[in-house]
DNA sequence: ACCTGAACACCGTTCAAGT
DNA sequence: ACCTGAACACCGTTCAAGT
């Protein structure tokens, strides 16, 4: 090949059903493999879709609507992967539903950010669909006694509980938060550390997660066992 | 005045000492009454303060490095309006410290978005400093004979929680997730409604949060009770 | 109908002055 | 030493074509 092609690209143009949104959604999860949603771009999008930037505003019209659409995927994609629950008892399923839940966002950065970090952009019209397996728990939880509302109550603070050590573990502040007394005797809420692991990269997912974690939804679950209402005469009436 | 003085501005050359780093962060912080952070700009910040953008560069290299400051400014004025704790036991004492903590960043969406959303970017210089609260409370977790690495837990898991609602409800996800039965009987942990609110302004604050909030952590504080080890015991040896 | 480059109004940041 | 406009390489998005 000659030496100085200088700008040799010109990409030639493509034919007229070549491209569509499933296509672009999916090359848009490809792409984030390598780069951090945030910083995603569309000219950078076009560019590894081998399309030209303008193409891919004729089916998003806009970068919010191409993220809510990936959104959506990354949800339906994240129920389906949530294992069946296996467990008998209320508490147990709960356990398991939730380090599930944990387990799965903390292994997929992708999926976390589009999950838990992004803002309420959206109805999650996809959300509702595949969504039984807490029905399934909301049931457990009704036979076991807990009227309906403290039922709801019980699995929100769960999953608040479980968005926020997300939410905290990927912004990288809770690495040695809790095992390592900090000599003085100092502990801080926000941002107890962050200084020991390296910043350079994803944020490296702090060190003794997923007991943390744990400690956390056994403390939840205990005062659970506690609200319940006492279960002598609740088979009576 | 002349009726057609075109681009009659040219601001003159501000003094040579007449900006510094303080000026600048409580000048961002002014603006921010009026904009989210989240889309305060380097050239609008600086035509605020009457200076060119350039000029912010010479004490801030990054405007990363100016929402640090401003972040840490943030925590410092938190933690000074965090209300000195009232309660005895540790149970009452918990619970004030984390209501006052949600309803001082639930109230202030600038600081909520500095602490909570905000990613881990910094170690937070200014945070140990003014921070002997939590001591406080891990002292009075101890006297009620919680061993330092579960207080240390328990402590923890409450500014998850605490954490996770504030994000959850700054995306707006949270207005009638508990209160109203969905009708069909289906309920979502991550997107619950979202639908209600009107979209347009600030998040507005989902319906009955306070409420809902208070039973995550009346929850947690019921567990804690429970993995206490028992006190029969714990005044001999 | 679908694909496209050029262009627009912005951004964060740097440079090379001005004082 | 401090303040500055012009300029750079980007961004998201729109326009006016091309096929």
Redesign the interface.
Known sequence: MPASAKANSKRPRRARGSINPADIVTGAFEFCRTTPVDEMTMPQLAAFLNVGVTSIYWYFKSKRELLDAMTDEA?VSFYESMPPLRSQGWEDMLREFFVS?YTLLAADPLKCDL??R???H???EG??RS??R??QL?TALADAGFP??LA??????L???????L??E????VSG???S?PAG???????A???AAP?GTQ?AAGSAAPE?FE??I??????????RPSEERAGAA
Chains 1, 2 share one sequence.
Do not use: C, K
């Open positions: 949800l839940f999950i838990v992004r803002i309420g959206q109805a999650d959300a509702m969504w039984n807490a029905e909301l309906p509302s709801r109550h019980a699995f929100f603070t999953s608040i509980y479980t968005q926020g050590f939410l905290v990927r912004t990288g502040r938060a809790i095992s007394p005797g100092s502990a801080d809420l926000v941002a550390d962050a200084a910043r944020p943390d400690f956390g056994t403390n939840i679950i205990a005062g659970l066992r506690q609200l």
